[in-house]
């Protein structure tokens, strides 16, 4: 009997690439049927974007009021569906209506980026991403190719931000680092001293978080990732530090609400072949500029306070003391 043996290496062979699958969940969380901006829901699949390898798999999570869709293809964004644009499913997977309090499953055999939305909400939308081989490209996290310095404006078009990162594409153990700066769109000009929060999430999970004063326009931060994964940059909060300053006049004042004023742009982590782990301080704040600010300042000032007592001194010494002329 030799179909025996042959059963059992398939089983076994099964059964070993089982063990090594993953299950992901991501929550449809209550108020995801609401497209409104005061939704109780601060996303409507969470997390929006999640890396995975191929073999795994994803279960969705019904936790809101009505029934959705897991359907892929793409959505109509927020305020797409107001111009009867109800997204277009693409074939590649359909979970159906499922109502509250179910899940649904899926096994991602394939690698690629892939969207999905709720065919009866439309504005839901997510991704998955199944990893591949690293391109040689920068993307962000729905494929999309990328082109340095990466452009956002604040929801209350008060402030622009650019970003870049170096090396463009993120790996593991590798030292990434962030540029940034602040301009205000309607002069076209730097801002300097504007406070704000940097905020890194992966795969929907904060993992960073580190409170900012920009000097001259610009900021960085360094960050050794030791996952793989997709990834937010928020900017989040961002403000002039002082009343008093020129730029005060279009982005002073205390924000209250921190949303209005934070831009977020997205990446992708992927696992680095070479390296494995990393130096114990894997997060480095970045070095201020004020520092070097504060040098330039003194590096001008004492020479010149130097210069003008030289010159008052020499004026004081050459000074002749002249006699009073007398009548003969």
Partial sequence: MKTLPLIFTIALVSLISTAYADEYIIDIPYGAFNPELNTPAEVWYDPPVISISIGDSVIWYNDDREGHTVTSGEGSGRFGWMSDNFGIPDGKFDSGRFIPGDSWSYKFEEPGIFSYFCTIHPWMEGVVVVEKEIPDYPHDATGQKITFPLLQYTPDRRIEVNLTWDPPIIKTHEKVQFVYQFYDPETNSNLARMQYDFIIFQNGQEIYRDQGLNQIGGDYRNFVFDKSGSI??????IQSSSILAEESVTVGGVVENKAQRSV????????NPEK???????????????IYYEMAIA??????????GIIIWLKKSSKVP??????I
Wanted: glycine share 6%.
């Fill in 276 to 290: 494995t782990t990393h130096e114990a301080y894997h997060i480095k704040p970045a070095q201020r500029l004020e």
């Fill in 299 to 308: 590096i001008i000032l004492i020479p010149a306070a130097m210069f003008i």
């Fill in 264 to 271: 977020d742009f997205t990446g992708v982590v992927y696992d």
């Fill in 322 to 327: 002249v006699g009073k002329s007398s009548a």
């Fill in 232 to 237: 937010i940059i928020r900017i989040q909060g």
